[in-house]
């Protein structure tokens, strides 16, 4: 019950990772305000949220949208109180080869990994920073760290630009109490890698040094570790949740 009395939104929480991370959240007894654009699943979350320690609640939202999501801020803080945690989980991936990309693709990839990280800090940081206290943490990926092994440039543009936008975020309001992190994954069991052959999970397993792909639950562990009290000595980081993929 390391997260009893605190109220954590979680962004794109309907989604493979964003779910385990909502349950895992809600276990150590946060109060989980969940907002997905993806109606229906989000749907199903709260309701087996509800049925946890804490308190729940959540709609959907755009997170590129600053108006969608400030509203959707108010409403969290009128259903559970003042926000102590933000979870920018929110994200897409597409393989697309670079040559047959446009700044239209670019755009969408930017908005859905890079903005959507931008607008949820931009929301609840003024009232972080008044109670001065806070944690924060984006989605990266390793794809942001040393590149894409599949085609996706433009992932890994939006993903590098979530470490860069952590850390100068960090610099900027952790003298005032507030803590900024990143959580960078590595290969994790979701749709996006079940979807290849058993040849290319095989290898991506083979990449990691446990040799296995990890699981939403090891990265729902990290984000538990970055919101509660246990980092309070942790700000601007990039914890990487990989296998030990990089080194
Ligand atoms: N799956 C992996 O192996 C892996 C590896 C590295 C990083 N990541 C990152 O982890 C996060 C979760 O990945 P996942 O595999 O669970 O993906 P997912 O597609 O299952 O979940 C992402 C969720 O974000 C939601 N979303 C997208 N745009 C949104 C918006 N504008 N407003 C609100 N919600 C929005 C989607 O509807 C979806 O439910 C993503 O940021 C992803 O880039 C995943």
């Known amino acids: 019950m390391r997260l009893e009395d605190r109220v954590i939104v979680v962004t794109g929480g309907a989604g493979t990772i964003g779910r385990q991370v909502c349950l895992l959240l809600a276990d150590e007894g946060a109060s989980v305000a969940v907002t997905d654009v ?4 989000l749907e199903e979350l709260l309701e087996e949220l509800r049925k946890s320690q804490g308190a729940a609640w ?14 959707f801020a108010s409403q969290t803080r009128r259903e559970l109180g003042p926000i102590d945690a933000l979870v920018n989980v929110a994200g897409s991936f597409a393989i697309v080869d670079f040559v047959d990309s446009d700044p239209d693709q670019w755009e969408a990839m ?6 959507t990280a931008m607008v949820g800090c931009r929301v ?12 924060i943490v984006n989605f990266a990926s390793t ?15 939006a993903k590098a630009g979530v470490i860069g936008f952590t850390k100068s ?9 507030v803590r900024v992190n990143a959580i960078s994954p590595g290969p994790i069991d979701t749709p996006a890698l079940q ?20 699981t939403p639950r090891d990265i729902a562990q990290g ?23 990089l080194l």
């Not at 930017?110 to 903005?115: G, R, V």
């Not at 794809?143 to 543009?157: C, D, K, L, M, W």
């Not at 979807?195 to 990890?214: F, K």
């Open 38 to 41: 993806s109606a229906d699943p």
């Open 58 to 71: 959540g709609r959907p939202a755009d997170v590129t949208s600053l108006e969608d999501f400030s509203a």
């Open 110 to 115: 930017l908005s859905a990994n890079l903005l």
């Open 124 to 135: 609840v940081l003024p009232e972080m920073l008044e109670a001065g206290a806070g944690s």
């Open 143 to 157: 794809a942001g760290e040393y590149g894409s092994i599949r085609p996706s440039a433009a992932y890994a543009a």
């Open 169 to 177: 975020l960090a610099r900027e309001v952790s003298p005032r109490g």
């Open 195 to 214: 979807a290849q052959s058993e040849e290319q999970r095989a290898v991506a397993a083979s990449r990691t040094l446990l040799g296995r792909m990890g």
């Open 223 to 245: 984000v538990a570790y970055l919101a509660s009290d246990e980092s309070s000595f942790v700000t601007g980081t990039v914890l990487q949740v990989n296998g030990g993929s």
